[in-house]
T-cell receptor, first 113, second 110 residues
């Protein structure tokens, strides 16, 4: 089934650890996004990608990095997790072009102790 | 960059009444305006969208209106039901980025 997947769904980790949040989509979308969202609050764009080997920082880069080696895969890495990184991370994808719908993944809820 | 403001932040209505959520945007180049519904603990899902060449769009109990001159757009939900309770986000888009509003928590009281 065409969808967008995120793993892990929940993660509790200690300060200073390196973590990678996985995002994969099976819809063949060119554009992919990472958002940070506290529960019920606004979405902050962290990174986005237009396609393979293309990555851009959003308004909230949050000391993270991304890569886009394959169309379907857009992982987010935190080199050194901090308690301020505690939040929900949503991955999204859309077709190339102006105005197509963004499809969101189920999210990863991250807690840094 | 684009700036999207959304009001109100919380909204309570009686079941069967209408609910209206308003958003303004700053960049006249924005040409796509989606609305997302996010239920507690779930992912945002598109409920309706409108492009800048259209002034109004309706889908059953949900409608969106766009005023390009004033740079504002609104979500209208009629005959509200308890399952409409959720957080609603507006967004404005031009090109490859989406700029989201701060969300409206809608509660429909049975």
């Amino acid at each position: 089934e065409a969808d967008i997947y995120q793993t892990p769904r929940y993660l509790v980790i200690g300060t200073g650890k390196k973590i990678t949040l996985e995002c994969s989509q099976t819809m063949g979308h060119d554009k992919m996004y990472w958002y940070q969202q506290d529960p019920g609050m606004e979405l902050h764009l962290i990174h986005y990608s237009y396609g393979v080997n293309s990555t851009e920082k959003g308004d909230l880069s949050s000391e993270s990095t991304v890569s886009r080696i394959r169309t379907e895969h857009f992982p987010l890495t935190l080199e050194s997790a901090r308690p301020s990184h505690t939040s929900q991370y949503l991955c999204a994808s859309s077709e190339f072009g102006t105005g197509p719908e963004q499809y969101f993944g189920p999210g990863t809820r991250l807690t840094v102790t | 960059g684009e700036n999207v403001e959304q009001h109100p932040s919380t909204l309570s209505v009686q079941e069967g009444d209408s609910a209206v959520i308003k958003c303004t945007y700053s960049d006249s180049a924005s040409n796509y305006f989606p609305w997302y519904k996010q239920e507690l603990g779930k992912r945002p899902q598109l409920i309706i969208d409108i492009r800048s060449n259209v002034g109004e769009k309706k889908d059953q109990r949900i409608a969106v209106t766009l005023n390009k001159t004033a740079k504002h757009f609104s979500l209208h939900i009629t005959e509200t039901q308890p399952e409409d309770s959720a957080v609603y986000f507006c967004a404005a888009s031009y090109g490859n980025q989406f700029y989201f509003g701060t969300g409206t928590s809608l509660t429909v009281i049975p």
